[in-house]
């Protein structure tokens, strides 16, 4: 009987040691498990500020192309406006040489 006691008492504590182990085992693979979990965040975020910070700089450029394209646009059209009236300016010019010489 105390053989099989014995026995008993040494199976509670190999049970108990195996339980420990056991959870012991879980706790690592949790924190592993969490470490992995904040390590592929981080990289997650940093990928996520990068194309971010790509999408960015390719709309800055995209609106600064724009701005120039406008500006030699307004640019031209003033040009235009005003060889326009260079044009009318000279012409006013000639008729008022002309009437003041007396010619046709």
Do not use: F, P, W, Y
């Amino acid at each position: 009987m105390r053989d099989v006691i014995q026995k008993m008492v040494e199976a509670e504590s190999q049970a108990k040691r195996a339980h420990d182990e056991a959870v012991t085992e879980a706790e690592r693979l949790v924190a592993e498990a969490r470490q992995k979990a904040k390590a592929l965040l981080h990289q997650a975020e940093e990928e996520a500020r990068t194309e971010a910070a790509r999408i960015i700089e390719e709309a800055r450029q995209a609106a600064e192309r724009e701005k120039q394209e406008r500006l030699a646009k307004a640019v031209s059209e003033i040009e235009n406006q005003v060889r326009l009236d260079e044009t009318v300016r000279l012409a006013a010019t000639e008729a008022v040489v002309r009437c003041v010489s007396g010619g046709s």
